[in-house]
């Protein structure tokens, strides 16, 4: 799958996901940080499903109604298990996420918001 790793998230789930067999672009590479907005539509623009830690994602696209390519929301994890984490929600819900779902993940539990709730 296409991800977009937001600079939030640990660098080492940039290898881990690609060793996985995913297309990954890590935003902390970028020469700088444009913003959320940016950012978010960057991931649509190029059918990327971003990976956060941020919940401010969420908001711009239930609130503000900005599209995206599906949106995974790590919380609580430590570092070294982002990736671990990722692969999981991605292997169960890809197909969802692929069409617009939102998914937070925490240590134990799953909430996911298909776009048509």
Known sequence: ???L?????????????REA????????EWDRDPG?????????????ILVTLDKDFGELALARGMPHTGI????GFPARQ???ACIRVLALHGLELQQGAIVTAEPGRLRIRTPDQ
């Open 36 to 48: 959320d907005a940016e950012i978010l539509a960057h991931a649509y623009r190029e059918e990327r």
């Open 5 to 17: 790793l937001d600079s939030c998230v640990w660098g080492g789930v940039l290898q881990s996901l």
């Open 82 to 84: 982002q990736a671990i």
């Open 72 to 75: 995974i929301r790590l919380v």
């Open 21 to 28: 067999g995913h297309n990954v672009v890590w935003c902390g």
């Open 1 to 3: 799958m296409k991800l």
